[in-house]
């Protein structure tokens, strides 16, 4: 049932749309520019948040995953001018401030998931992806080792350990949360990036060390849709 509708033409206008649905305390609609909230799914007020749309400058989509958890709400996304990472955190949806994440390079981000003990953030450590160009068509991915980070409040964030060595396109891509433990899915070697061999696959138990799986084969050829119920993936 379709229970809100834009008064104006900015559905056509893809920042002005609700991307991510997350539910902290309610429910909160996110989209890039705009910011609504329900307690049931079906009336929504519009959030007035000024923080939030400063963290978002450009009109192209940069938003990439948003996660809630008991702490609040944690997004990430990239500048599409630079790559650099932006991370931000809100107790509410309203106020937002943004966080740093370390790194020996460059903390590029993918995903963000919630799990029992925080937040965890995938990604890379390095380089983010070039612009494709009348010389290089398709996207030159960035130079950098798989990587990822934790937090027990989305404020506060820590590098994990994670197997992984510096490769074109290397990095983590999607995390899932499981019953034992956390899996993701990205990539180890520069053949994964450029022809479509299978991706890699990562497990960690506490979201603080990440072991290597290996090239994970046919099962999952390419970075594959995959989705977690919080217990199974």
Known sequence: TVTDRFSSGDQF????CPRFVVAPDGLLAIGQRRIWSSVDGSDWTEIVSPSWRALWTSHLPAIQAVAAG???VVAVGSDPDTGVAIV????????WERVTLPAHEQSIVRDVVSYPGGFVIGGRDGRPDGEASPQHPAIVPGVGRPAAWV???GVTWTAASVDG????GGLLDQLFVGADGLFAIGIDTPAAYYAGAPVTGWASSDGTDWRSLGPRGADLPGLAPLASLGARI
Do not use: I, K, Q
Request: hydrophobic residues 40%.
């Open 151 to 153: 937090s027990s409040d």
């Open 13 to 16: 206008v893809a920042v002005m």
């Open 88 to 95: 931000a955190h809100s107790t509410d949806g309203r106020a």
């Open 165 to 168: 060595t510096a490769v074109a």
């Open 70 to 72: 008991p702490s609040g």
